[in-house]
């Protein structure tokens, strides 16, 4: 039994970690909580709910994921020109992120509800068995997926920034944009890249997610809510602590749902959200940043 | 000259007069009185006999509101309300309307949202001075115009099932102007209940549903409720929020306790869940449903459909019924795959407020039309012919058809119990 919740908080665990990453990768960098990530799953869910529904012959789910990956990207790299650049030239203050982001995920909500209505959309089936049994435990066929995915993507950002030198470049933007920009980096190569990688994970979560749930308007800034407190308990800014923060929360709201129900649970995970900015606002990576909105 | 300025004056004079004592214009129109006969054209000074008789001048309109939820989180099912009452107002209108009158609708959004709820229902009362409000079929916005409906004497008639919108949970006081033309959620609950016990011969049950949704906490706790009054046994009751996305935990200890049957009364998008992950932790039982888990519920989840039993208002598809047509008129004017419930729901409302107006001597008196709605008997409408109990403003003789899904996932109704 209980080795089955830790089996089914794993895979929760590997949703928010997809959702918790794209978040904590502009904080990283920007140094704000950039709320429009989860209009972004929303847009991207519907982009590959179009794509994988109306196109004949019906596309290859691989690509459906590799399209709306793309979308998510250009999706991205759009809101940072319309609604980020001005204040990044401005140098406005941090607040003026904050406010934008949320405007953005509420403008992108409220689009997809003109065009679409607050309608449910189901993705085709994409596997034959919904689940697997092994031995005496069932695991969930997209679970297992989204569980490989999340991990492999995870491995090549780790690898683009440790070992490339775009990599190089972001990690010295995140640690102090001044001396960086004095060193020859251009900021703006590096703030665009960081957006694009953040659409890139939008796109994925937002097929991902679209599927083991259903595409609704509202999906993305839903599943927000565990990818914030995700990426505070891990230390804001801290992919590595963003990881393991969203496995964390997923096991932990699996075994305590199980155990104390579901009203409880809710008020566990923001008293561990809470508990870590009073006792390690750091978070569990140890990173802290300082500009937090 | 003087005599001059003399004439001018008493012109100037007589006009004020004759103007002081003119007929002024036309005020807001008064409530018409169609009984009352028209004067005969000769007792009209000679002056006046160019106009044309009051006998034939066409009588001003009657003005209904319609609120529903069009752009919120329950659009999909207000939009088609909308539709249902404006179509049988086109229809009634075609079949002369009130008495001769015409009828008009004013439809506005409430958003699912307490607060636009009553902001449509101000507008609909102090600038369009509607005579009377067809409702949602949400208990959320509906429960905001129960005071207010009796400060301004408004009837509203409408499907918000849950019955603290008709009486007051805590006296039992029916709420004078609230009128609910469909069996509330603890009826709806009990039919289920009673098909669960009676017909598929179920002991055990489970209930997994959001305890922050008023519809799925009032139709999942009457579910237990008669099911433990009759001899059933409730091994589980499990329950999710608003913020959560994932019910696999619940599911797997719903699936421990081994029922045979899981009742879920949520809205569409959490039932699915809820389904799949029940699916998913293994329980291959019966799942029983509100009237949510109606299409487009089988399109939805991801694992196969079956042993899925819900509640219908309507045999939709069924040419024998009395709103086959209506349903057909609105896929094709929708271009919709399947027929929807809420169609008939705004239907059903126009024309149990209109029996009532066609009753009143005068068509826009609250307190005349509130206490001919109290009388509604055999009334034939979509759902069969309703009664509505004076005690409770609610039906006492609808029952609720019980259907499931055929291998190609369409509804297949089986049968038709009273609670």
Not at chain 1, 145 to 168: D, R, W
Not at chain 1, 264 to 274: C, E, K, R, W, Y
Not at chain 2, 59 to 82: C, F, H, M, R, W
Not at chain 2, 329 to 346: D, H, I, R, V
């Amino acid at each position: 039994m209980v080795l089955q919740l830790i089996i089914n908080g794993i895979s929760l665990g590997a949703v928010y970690t997809l959702i918790a990453v794209g978040f904590a990768i502009v904080f990283t960098i920007l140094r704000f909580s950039n709320f429009a990530h989860g209009g972004m799953i929303s847009a991207c869910a519907f982009i590959g709910y179009f794509f994988q529904r109306y196109v004949k012959p019906t596309p290859p789910f691989a690509l459906t994921v590799i399209f709306t990956a793309v979308c998510g990207i250009i999706l991205a790299l759009a809101i940072d020109f319309f609604a980020y650049q001005r204040i990044r030239i401005n140098k406005s203050p941090s607040i003026y992120y904050f406010l934008v982001s949320l405007t953005v995920a509420i403008l992108i909500e409220q689009i997809l509800i003109v065009f679409f209505g607050t309608n449910m959309y189901g993705y085709p089936a994409v596997f034959e068995t919904q689940t697997m049994q092994i031995g005496s435990f069932r695991i969930k066929t997209m679970n297992l997926v989204i569980l490989a995915v999340s991990l492999s993507l995870l491995f090549a950002l780790m690898i683009l920034l440790n070992k490339t030198k775009i990599g190089l470049a972001i990690r010295a933007v995140a640690i102090d944009p001044n001396t960086s920009r004095l060193m020859g980096i251009n900021s703006n190569v590096v703030i665009t890249t960081v957006f694009a990688i953040a659409g890139l994970l939008a796109g994925v979560s937002g097929v991902f997610i679209g599927m083991q749930y259903s595409v609704y308007p509202s999906l993305g800034p839903t599943m927000m809510l565990k990818g914030f407190i995700a990426s505070v308990v891990g230390g804001m800014g801290s992919l590595g602590g963003a990881i393991i923060a969203a496995l964390f929360l997923g096991l932990i709201e699996i075994i305590s749902t199980y155990f104390l129900g579901a009203t409880t649970t809710t008020i566990i995970m923001f008293a561990i959200m809470l508990g870590f900015l009073f006792i390690r606002p750091q978070g569990i990576s140890g990173k802290f940043a300082e500009d937090k909105v | 000259m003087k005599n001059i300025y003399k004439f001018v004056v008493v012109l100037i004079l007589m006009a004020l007069v004759v103007g002081c004592t003119a007929p002024a214009p036309a005020p807001e129109p008064e409530p018409a009185k169609t009984e009352e006969p028209a004067p005969p054209a000769e007792d009209k000074p000679t002056e006046e006999v160019t106009e044309a008789p009051a006998t034939e001048a066409p009588k001003e309109p009657i003005i209904i509101g319609s609120i529903q939820d069009l752009t919120g989180t329950a659009s999909e099912a207000g939009k088609a309300n909308a539709w249902g009452a404006e179509y049988a107002v086109k229809v009634i209108n075609e079949q002369g309307g009130i008495n001769g009158r015409m009828l008009e609708i004013i439809t506005l959004d409430c958003k699912n949202d307490l607060n636009e709820g009553i902001n449509a229902y101000r507008k609909l009362v102090d600038e369009e001075k509607v005579s009377a409000i067809i409702g949602p079929p949400l208990s959320n916005p509906a429960s905001g115009w129960v005071d207010l409906s009796e400060e301004d004497e408004m009837p509203i008639v409408g499907h918000f099932m849950d019955e603290v919108v008709t009486t007051n949970p805590e006296t039992g006081e029916v709420y004078p102007y609230m009128f609910l033309v469909e069996p509330g959620c603890a009826s709806q609950s009990d039919a289920m209940a009673k098909y669960a016990l009676e017909d598929l011969k179920l002991t055990k049950f489970a209930t997994l549903y959001n305890t922050g949704n008023a519809f799925a906490k009032a139709h999942a706790v009457p579910f237990m409720d008669y099911v433990r009054e009759h001899g059933g046994e409730v091994v589980a009751e499990e329950t999710f929020t608003w913020a959560d996305t994932d019910y696999s935990a619940q599911a797997l200890k719903i699936a421990n306790a081994a029922p045979e049957a899981v009742f879920l009364s949520d809205y569409v998008v959490q039932a699915t869940t809820a389904y799949d992950a029940l699916r998913d932790a293994g329980f291959e039982g019966v799942i029983l449903g509100a009237n949510t888990l109606s299409l487009p519920f089988a399109n939805l989840v991801k694992n196969p459909v079956h042993d899925v039993y819900f509640l219908q208002n309507y045999d939709m598809l069924n040419k024998d019924q009395p709103c086959y047509d209506l349903h057909q008129a609105y896929m094709e004017a929708q271009k919709s795959e399947y027929p929807k419930a809420n169609t008939a729901f705004g239907w059903d409302a126009v024309h149990v407020l209109v029996d009532a107006m066609k009753k009143a001597a005068d068509p826009t008196n609250g307190p005349e039309v509130r206490g001919l709605l109290e009388k509604t008997t055999e009334l034939p409408i979509c759902h069969g012919n309703i009664t509505i109990d004076p005690a409770t403003h609610r039906p006492n003789n609808l029952g609720m058809f019980i259907a499931d899904y055929d291998e190609n996932n369409q509804i297949r109704i089986l049968k038709y119990v009273l609670p």
